[in-house]
């Protein structure tokens, strides 16, 4: 019986046919209180001029977290933000090119921390109501709309059970504005007063108020444990 040493000297590489991996971003934001996501406008073929989520191969040495981020650096100019993966895709008709399996990676972003900029295979990146994109006739490349609906219903849920709204305030908001942020992401209206019932577990008041410029002045919060 060979060695393991003897097998892995002898083992034929070419005898499975190998997908490429790739890897999807989604990057959402909350824009003049719509939630957004960055697409980008590809470049070349397959799917030139169509909108698309930024995306890149994975490199034969490289993590699929590194991928990721050199993905969104590349594509859309974006530095510095933290992702989680959100699904594996690998229908196999997916990629018109070859057998492509796609891990797809979702991003919560405070919109004053993007600046988008074109980059590779890119010529254009943009933010995109996501509301209006799923519920048009606008097709995106590839399969990117599914996988943006995918991530819009996990937003919802972990919004449910988790404190992924706070991801897109400043450090210190008012109680509106978070609740704002809330209705954005469940996509529906919350009672106030059942709402700061909740909201109150999870943040402390500072002692600053808003200036009161244009309203009356409100008291500012910060999240607790911060």
Not at 27 to 41: H, P, Q, S
Request: net charge negative; proline share 4%; aromatic share 10%.
């Amino acid at each position: 019986m060979e060695s393991e040493k003897e097998f892995l000297k002898n083992y034929n590489k070419d005898e499975y046919e190998k997908p490429s991996v790739a890897v999807d971003l989604l990057v959402f934001t909350i824009e003049n209180d719509r939630l957004k996501i960055v697409l980008i406008e590809r470049a070349e073929p397959p799917f030139s001029g169509m909108p698309a989520l930024p995306g890149v191969f994975v490199g034969i040495n490289e993590t699929l977290d590194e991928a990721a981020a050199r993905g969104i650096a590349e594509e859309a100019g974006i530095t510095g933000i933290y992702f989680e993966q959100l699904y594996t895709w690998g229908d196999v008709g997916r990629d018109p090119r070859m057998r492509i399996i796609s891990v797809s990676y979702m991003s919560l972003a405070n919109c004053e921390k993007l600046k988008l900029i074109a980059g590779k295979r890119t010529s254009a990146a943009e933010l995109y109501d996501v509301d209006e994109l799923l519920d048009s006739e606008c097709e995106l490349a590839f399969d990117h709309k599914k996988i943006i609906r995918y991530g819009r219903e996990r937003i919802r849920n972990k919004t449910e059970y988790s404190n992924i709204a706070f991801e897109f305030l400043p450090d210190e908001f008012t109680l509106p504005q978070l609740q704002k942020v809330y209705e954005i992401l469940l996509g529906r209206t919350l009672y106030k007063a059942n709402f700061r019932k909740k909201a109150s577990l999870l943040i402390e008041e500072t002692d600053k108020m808003t200036s009161g410029d244009a309203h009356r002045p409100s008291r500012l919060y910060r999240r607790k444990n911060q």
